[in-house]
């Protein structure tokens, strides 16, 4: 799959967000890399500063990341149409915890 095609995936699997939680994403940048340099096998990674945690000292950070690890997702898929699934899957998941949004109930949810 090309570089471009994965990432009109991830656009895609941006836009499958409700209106009204897309308004409230302030201040994030989503980047597609190969892998993770340390955990090769992550799918995706949120960091920055949890929407249900940000305060006063919030103002003027740097923008918050999601980064999607593409040769990890196309490492466990077997096809296209798996692509698409795990790619959205891990999208809806790294954007939970933007919102604050804990692991351990993004699983109980189904996006774990």
């Given at each position: 799959?090309?570089?471009?095609?994965?990432?009109?995936?991830?656009?895609?699997?941006?836009?499958?967000?409700?209106?009204?939680?897309?308004?409230?994403?302030?201040?994030?940048?989503?980047?597609?890399?190969?892998?993770?340099?340390?955990?090769?096998?992550?799918?995706?990674?949120?960091?920055?500063?949890?929407?249900?945690?940000?305060?006063?000292?919030?103002?003027?950070?740097?923008?918050d990341t999601i980064t999607i690890y593409r040769d990890a997702?196309?490492?466990?898929?077997?096809?296209?149409?798996?692509?698409?699934?795990?790619?959205?899957?891990?999208?809806?998941?790294?954007?939970?915890?933007?919102?604050?949004?804990?692991?351990?109930?993004?699983?109980?949810?189904?996006?774990?």
């Amino acid at each position: 799959m090309s570089d471009e095609h994965f990432e009109g995936l991830v656009s895609d699997a941006l836009d499958l967000i409700p209106p009204e939680l897309a308004r409230a994403i302030d201040n994030v940048v989503v980047l597609v890399e190969p892998h993770h340099d340390d955990e090769p096998d992550l799918l995706g990674l949120y960091q920055g500063i949890a929407l249900t945690e940000r305060d006063s000292q919030y103002a003027g950070s740097l923008p918050d990341t999601i980064t999607i690890y593409r040769d990890a997702i196309l490492g466990i898929c077997e096809t296209d149409d798996d692509v698409v699934h795990e790619v959205a899957v891990t999208v809806i998941h790294e954007i939970a915890h933007y919102f604050g949004i804990e692991e351990e109930r993004l699983h109980q949810l189904g996006w774990g």
